[in-house]
T-cell receptor, first 112, second 115 residues
Framework: RKEVEQDPGPFNVPEGATVAFNCTYS??????FFWYRQDCRKEPKLLMS?????NEDGRFTAQLNRASQYISLLIRDSKLSDSATYLC?????????????WGLGTSLAVNP | NAGVMQNPRHLVRRRGQEARLRCSPM?????VYWYRQLPEEGLKFMVY????????ESGMPKERFSAEFPKEGPSILRIQQVVRGDSAAYFC?????????????FGPGTRLTVL
């Protein structure tokens, strides 16, 4: 089983739609979680951190389910500019060693 | 506050030549990560460095690749005797020393083309 798994998509949705991505992780000692966004041929950019209580930033909501070991990203009222690849990142610490594991990304295409 | 800087942005090499990629982290950041992204593929971790130390190089190919982050100056990813399969985008990211935040800030990448 991969350490971090994402559905690669692509997700094709119309403008205004609500879309949700899930990301599962295998290491129960994982301690912090992030969603990044990557546009074609550009560098990844931090979208949001994911907190245990869940967090919201405008149209974006991130949630963490430790029991089932997954995080999710919900995008409401999709815009054309949301088209990108969304990367899930999981971090765990073991003493001074910390490891960041990146998912391969979920591709989203928002259509007019 | 300047972001993470990488140069060159584009690098063309012939097979067998050496490629040197440079990364200057954000001011105040002492952790540097290198990633490789092959065309149409995901981001693959290569190496994690702090100043003068390699912390985790589990993603580095065993041969031809090396990385350093000296006390002064940028981090360098060096690829010796490049082959066509090394053609990829190489991204550098940095994160701050203080706290245990792991937010990574990425540079614009270096696109290596091996002819």
């Amino acid at each position: 089983r991969k350490e971090v798994e994402q559905d690669p998509g692509p997700f094709n949705v119309p403008e205004g739609a609500t879309v949700a991505f899930n990301c599962t992780y295998s290491n129960s000692a994982s301690q912090s979680f992030f969603w990044y966004r990557q546009d074609c041929r550009k560098e990844p950019k931090l979208l949001m951190s994911v907190y245990s209580s869940g967090n919201e930033d405008g149209r974006f909501t991130a949630q963490l389910n430790r029991a089932s070991q997954y995080i999710s990203l919900l995008i409401r009222d999709s815009k054309l500019s949301d088209s990108a690849t969304y990367l899930c990142v999981v971090n765990w610490y073991a003493g001074n060693n910390r490891k960041l594991i990146w998912g391969l990304g979920t591709s989203l295409a928002v259509n007019p | 506050n300047a972001g993470v800087m990488q140069n060159p942005r584009h690098l063309v090499r012939r097979r067998g030549q050496e490629a040197r990629l440079r990364c200057s982290p954000m001011k105040g950041h002492s952790h540097v990560y290198w990633y490789r992204q092959l065309p149409e593929e995901g981001l693959k971790f290569m190496v994690y460095l702090q100043k003068e130390n390699i912390i985790d190089e589990s993603g580095m190919p065993k041969e031809r690749f090396s990385a350093e982050f000296p006390k002064e100056g940028p981090s360098i990813l060096r690829i010796q005797q490049v082959v066509r399969g090394d053609s990829a985008a190489y991204f550098c990211a940095s994160s701050p020393l203080s706290g245990r935040t792991d937010t990574q800030y990425f540079g614009p990448g270096t696109r290596l083309t091996v002819l």
